[in-house]
C-alpha cells in the first residue's frame, strides 16, 4: 500500500510519496507558503517525479537492445511505480525499486534504484543511487522533475518572476524540441539571461522546454519579482538541466538530468542513444542534487 511520508524541521515541512518515491510537498514554515506544485490535473498531475530509466521521449516510443525493440513512454515508468521504504529517520527517507519479472519484459535489465530525501534546515537534497544486478552492461537515464509555484502570491503574475541562472554569462546554447518530444539537433537556439537573470515572458515556453547541455549550468533558480532568491537547484556535475512550464501554468520545473530525449529520426541500439549511462556489471551509479528554499 502506498503512504506518504514525512521530514519536518523548523523551516520545512516535506512529504514523499511511496509512489513514485515522489516529492509532494514542500512547505515553508519561515514564509508561511507551499513552495512545490500541488499536482492539480487542471494543469500538471504531478508534483516533482523521477525520471528513470529514460529521460524524456523515445523515437517512435521504442528503443533497441540486442537486435529487439522495446517500448517504453515518455520518462520511463519509476514516476509510475510504487517504491519500497527502505528506511526512515527523523532527517531521511529511502525508497527502494527492484526490477520484477514484468519490468524486465519491457527494461531487459536488472537492477535497483534507491531515491534518498535529505532534509537539513532549509536545503532538500535529493540521491539517487542506481545499481546494476546482473553479470551483463546496463544502459539508463535518471533525471528529476520538480515543479515550484510561480508565482507564489495570488497578486502577482508569473511574468514578473525571473530565471536565476547563478553566472555572468548571456548566450547559452539549448536544444528545442518537436511536437513528439524529440530533440531537434540541428536547429539549436540561443537563451539569453543578463546578468545571469531572464524574466518569465509568456512565450518563453511556447515552444517547451529548453535543455542545457555540455554542463551549461550547475546551479539554476527561480527569483521574486524583486529579484530576490526563492528557489535554487543545486546540480553540479549533471551534464544536463531542463527548464519547463506548461503555458499558462502557475509553476516552473527545474530539471537536473542524467540523460535526455532522443534526437529527432535517432534509429540506433540503446547504447548510442544521446546522454545514456552505462554501468558495468555489479557497478552503482550515484548522484545527488540540492533544493534550498531561500530566505
Not at 517500448?71 to 520511463?76: A, I, L, S, T
Not at 528529476?144 to 554569462?169: G, I, W
Not at 515556453?205 to 542545457?212: E, L, M, P, T
Amino acid at each position: 500500500m502506498s503512504e506518504t511520508r514525512v521530514l519536518e524541521n523548523e523551516a520545512l515541512r516535506i512529504e514523499v510519496n511511496d509512489f513514485g518515491a515522489e516529492l509532494a510537498r514542500v512547505y515553508d514554515k519561515n514564509a508561511g507558503r507551499e513552495v512545490l506544485w500541488n499536482a492539480d490535473p487542471a494543469y500538471w498531475n504531478r508534483h516533482a517525479p523521477v525520471l528513470f530509466p529514460f529521460v524524456g521521449a523515445l523515437q517512435d516510443e521504442q528503443y533497441q537492445y540486442n537486435n529487439k525493440s522495446y517500448r517504453m513512454g515518455q520518462h520511463g515508468f519509476a514516476r509510475d511505480s510504487v517504491f519500497t521504504l527502505e528506511e526512515q529517520q527523523s532527517t531521511l527517507i529511502c525508497h527502494k525499486l527492484t526490477w520484477t519479472e514484468d519490468s524486465f519484459k519491457k527494461y531487459p535489465f536488472k537492477f535497483s534504484l534507491y531515491i534518498t530525501h535529505i532534509l537539513s534546515g532549509n536545503v532538500i537534497k535529493v540521491c539517487w543511487k542506481v545499481v546494476n544486478e546482473q553479470e551483463e552492461a546496463m544502459y539508463f537515464g535518471i533525471g528529476a522533475h520538480p515543479a515550484f509555484l510561480a508565482p507564489v502570491k495570488a497578486e502577482e503574475k508569473q511574468e514578473d518572476y525571473y530565471l536565476n541562472l547563478y553566472t555572468d554569462k548571456e548566450n547559452y546554447t539549448c536544444l528545442r524540441i518537436n511536437e513528439k518530444g524529440l530533440a531537434l539537433t540541428e536547429t539549436p537556439e540561443t537563451f539569453v539571461a543578463q546578468g545571469g537573470f531572464c524574466p518569465l515572458k509568456k512565450d518563453l515556453f511556447k515552444d517547451g522546454v529548453w535543455i542545457f547541455e555540455n554542463a551549461q549550468l550547475q546551479k539554476a533558480g527561480l527569483a521574486l519579482p524583486d529579484k530576490t532568491p526563492y528557489i535554487e537547484i543545486n546540480c553540479e556535475g549533471f551534464p544536463y538541466v531542463g527548464i519547463w512550464t506548461k503555458p499558462g501554468a502557475p509553476f516552473v520545473c527545474l530539471e537536473p538530468w542524467y540523460g535526455r530525449t532522443d534526437d529527432a529520426g535517432f534509429k540506433g541500439k540503446i547504447q548510442d542513444k544521446a546522454g545514456i549511462q552505462k554501468l558495468n556489471a555489479g557497478e552503482t551509479f550515484e548522484a545527488d542534487y540540492t533544493i534550498t528554499v531561500c530566505h
